[in-house]
């Protein structure tokens, strides 16, 4: 039916008519929304500094060690001509150099450490993305359900109205116009508890966009109807596949697992450090053994650790089994991602068959027997008791072909969490 499945623009018009112009908004889409929410959501901005702080721990894989620097006054004490007389300055120059290629590893491991922070933030935004889509689509069948709760009570309404007159007529009895007047409450609960319904699927998405918009100022708006066809589970098996960002996340986790057994064994290696040192004697102090007297010398050296203990051995066996750690952890991931696409789509499919004869059938023909019914017992050929077992099999009808597509498009929002994109929009 047209009115169900629009009965989201409807409801918006209508919310916003009884909250008056002076505080009507303009209804969001979906992609206004997420567009909102890809801007102001503070987890999402977190996650993002996240990923700026690690590109800045590549700056400091890539430095280069600091040469080291000293400087030193020797032989001070009084020799009778002054206590620096004697006094001999050493300065001393050392440099470590890596060997290797430990600075470009380093670089490499920090790279793609932050490649794993994208994946990782882009597997977090599609959470999030779930989340709120499903406040968004509960938003549309708050929306829906009241429609047909203001509907509901409008048509009794009517019907009140004529069975009051009928009553003055004459035409039925007292007993009958009580139990028409009694059964309003039910009307009037089912309403009440939409509106409670649809204001706290509000206040969810208002979180989520991190909003402080008054509920009765905020709404969205969206067709509230299914897709019938699907495509077949291959497709989507792939897609998740090629889309997934845990996945991805799972395989740079092991290629980065790789590179940091790589710069384990380079860090077993041994680096030398380069010195260079020069003595400046004090005036009077020569060097006798040589001629002519030497007054000022330097050297060059160089220091290579003896690595006859630490060859960096638990670094090595650790890295290499954190790549067999992650492999296995990559093969229980793309299992992991097989069972979410399967249970999606088998939930999908699933709501598809239900809501087939619903529009087929189901709608047509709940609002045809209540419409006849009601003729009949207005014309006495029918008992009250009939028309109302008749206006509840209406009411249940059409409340189940609403949360039907309800269901539909969280399964839909659960299938696009499972494959990693927007599929079924």
């Given amino acids: 039916m047209q009115s169900i499945i629009r ?14 112009p002076a505080s009507a908004q303009k209804a969001l889409t979906w992609d206004e929304v997420r567009a909102r929410f890809e801007a102001n959501n503070p987890v999402l901005r977190a996650g993002q500094i996240g990923i700026d702080e690690s590109k800045a721990g590549e700056i400091t894989a890539f430095l280069r ?28 120059l050392s440099y470590l150099h890596e060997r290797q ?31 709120l889509r499903s406040a968004f689509v509960g938003i549309l069948q708050g929306q829906a359900v009241l429609h047909l709760a203001q509907d509901n009570l409008k048509y009794w309404d009517d019907l009140l109205r004529i069975s009051r007159d009928r009553f003055a007529a004459g035409d039925i009895a007292q007993i009958d116009l ?77 290629d980065k697992a790789r590179t940091d057994h790589k710069l384990a064994v380079s860090n077993g290696s041994t680096d030398p450090t380069f010195t260079v040192d020069a003595v400046f004697p004090g005036v009077s102090k020569d060097y006798g053994n040589f001629t002519p007297f030497l007054r000022e010398y330097m050297g060059v050296g160089v220091s290579i650790p003896l690595r006859v203990f630490d060859r960096n051995q638990g670094e090595k066996l650790r890295t290499q089994l954190d790549i067999d750690r992650n492999q296995k952890l990559l093969d229980a991931l793309r299992a992991q991602v097989f069972s979410d696409v399967d249970s999606a789509y ?16 189901y709608l047509a023909q709940a609002t045809r027997v ?56």
Avoid at 214 to 231: I, K, S
Avoid at 346 to 361: E, M, T, W
């Fill in 65 to 92: 060690p600091n040469p080291q620097a000293s400087l030193g006054v020797d032989q001070v004490g009084p020799t009778g001509k002054g206590p620096f007389n004697e006094a001999v300055l050493t300065a001393n």
């Fill in 178 to 254: 009580d139990r028409l007047e009694l059964q309003r409450v039910q009307f009037e609960s089912d309403l009440q508890a939409a509106a409670v319904n649809l204001r706290t699927a509000k206040i969810q998405m208002l979180m989520l966009l991190n909003e402080r918009t008054p509920v009765e100022q905020f709404n969205v708006m969206g067709l509230y109807d299914y897709t019938d066809q699907l495509a077949p589970l291959d497709d989507f098996r792939q897609t998740a596949v090629d889309n997934r960002p845990d996945l991805r996340e799972a395989l740079q986790a092991a």
């Fill in 7 to 20: 009965a989201v623009f409807l409801a918006t018009a209508f919310l916003a008519g009884i909250a008056g």
């Fill in 370 to 425: 209540r419409e006849t019914v009601r003729f009949s017992y207005e014309h006495g050929a029918a008992s009250l008791l009939d028309f109302l077992n008749a206006e509840s099999d209406y009411r249940s009808v059409q409340l189940n072909y609403i949360n039907l597509v309800g269901a539909y498009l969280l399964a839909a929002g659960q299938l696009n969490l499972a494959v990693g994109k927007e599929v079924i929009p």
């Fill in 101 to 131: 290629h430990k600075r470009e590893l380093r670089l490499e491991s920090a790279q793609k450490a932050t490649a794993i922070a994208v994946s990782a933030q882009a597997d977090l935004e599609r959470n999030l993305i779930f989340n």
């Fill in 346 to 361: 088998a939930l999908v499919d699933s709501n598809l068959i239900l809501l087939r004869p619903y529009k087929a059938r």
